[in-house]
């Protein structure tokens, strides 16, 4: 009868430290997601309201703007089309998204992260010379020249670049674990912030004259995306 007592026990336990590994939040699919009180004032939720399956059609499922090359001609020299649940309505709760990226002759995509996804990335056309920085302490830099048909995987929230070395235009393709990845372009979010960050705030960050900071944040930071 011990024995049986013990087993029974042993099972309740093991289902309860089965139950609190499993219980967790959501991850979140967009920058923030403010509580309310009253649904009747909320504006977003996190992710979409889902349509009635009924009422879905091929189209909710569907997007061409991929099959078009971006309009390289800006500062960077690269483009960004996206493909995630804003252009495809059937990406909801799918957990998946792309972008096609679009370089030309020393077109860079400037260090960025994605808060919310992985990223692979195959190149269509081209070489690039692509990379990702670990995170502190050690920083450690991982770079790799990639030719046509070659994939590199970009990890979940790590700042990494793209840069075609090449003489003629450079295309990839990418996939992100993600139906909304985001993106945070690094000089765009320090130096061309909205309002901008205290400059005694990055004059002691980065260890500079307060006019390179001044010299920065007067120039227009070009959003590729």
Not at 99 to 121: F, K, M, Q, S
């Amino acid at each position: 009868m011990a024995n049986i007592h013990y087993f029974t026990l042993t099972i309740a336990i093991l289902a309860l430290a089965s139950s609190l590994a499993y219980a967790s939040d959501p991850s979140p699919l967009q920058d923030f997601c403010v509580a309310l009180n009253d649904s009747r004032t909320a504006v977003f939720v996190n992710g979409k309201f889902c349509k009635n399956p009924k009422l879905a059609k091929a189209d909710d499922f569907f997007f061409s703007g991929l099959r078009n090359a971006g309009n390289t001609s800006n500062p960077v020299g690269s483009a960004v089309t996206q493909a995630n649940v804003a252009q495809i309505p059937g990406l909801n709760t799918l957990g998946i998204s792309l972008v096609r990226i679009d370089y030309a002759p020393n077109g860079l995509n400037p260090p960025h992260t994605h808060p919310r996804a992985t990223e692979a990335l195959i190149v269509l056309e081209g070489t690039l010379y692509v990379g990702f920085v670990t995170s502190n302490p050690e920083n450690r830099l991982f770079t790799k020249f990639l030719n046509k048909g070659d994939v590199f995987v970009f990890p979940e929230g790590l700042i990494h670049f793209q840069f075609n070395m090449g003489k003629t235009n450079a295309v990839a393709i990418a996939a992100l674990s993600s139906q909304n990845p985001g993106v945070i372009t690094i000089a765009n979010a320090v130096f061309g912030s909205n309002p901008p960050i205290s400059r005694d705030v990055l004059t002691k960050a980065f260890q500079v004259d307060k006019k390179v900071i001044n010299y920065l944040q007067d120039q227009l930071w070009w959003d590729n995306n």
